[in-house]
């Protein structure tokens, strides 16, 4: 069976910086997309960051220059290292996994960024 298991949220103030991680098993790691979406308060969830198979990366406009996603392949781990969080960041970050009808989702973790 396919797992995501995303850790490394929590409570941060305004301006300071998070590292998510998102370990994975059950799958070949290096030959998928993989990314994190998030979902705030009364919003649908969108896209945040996607890293290929060939290390090709996408942001959200509204986290370039903040974030940055990354992979270990060796580690079956895809990360999402989050700097100068605002109170918008607010949101449960997901990660997932293309393929399939619908990829693979991970059950969420909270971050909470406090003004």
């Known amino acids: 069976q396919v797992q995501l298991v995303e850790s490394g949220g929590g409570l941060v103030q305004a301006g300071g910086s998070l590292r998510l991680s998102c370990v994975a098993s059950?799958?070949?790691?290096?030959?998928?997309?993989m990314g994190w979406y998030r979902r705030a308060p009364g919003k649908q969830r969108e896209l945040v960051a996607v890293i290929t198979d060939a290390y090709t990366t996408n942001y959200a406009d509204s986290v370039k220059g903040r974030f940055t996603i990354s992979r270990d392949n060796a580690k079956n781990t895809v990360y999402l290292q989050m700097n100068s969080l605002k109170p918008e960041d607010t949101a449960v970050y997901y990660c997932?996994?293309?393929?399939?009808?619908?990829?693979?989702w991970g059950q969420g973790t909270q971050v909470t960024v406090s003004s």
């Open positions: 997932y996994k293309e393929g399939g009808l619908r990829g693979d």
């Open positions: 059950g799958i070949i790691f290096r030959r998928n997309t």
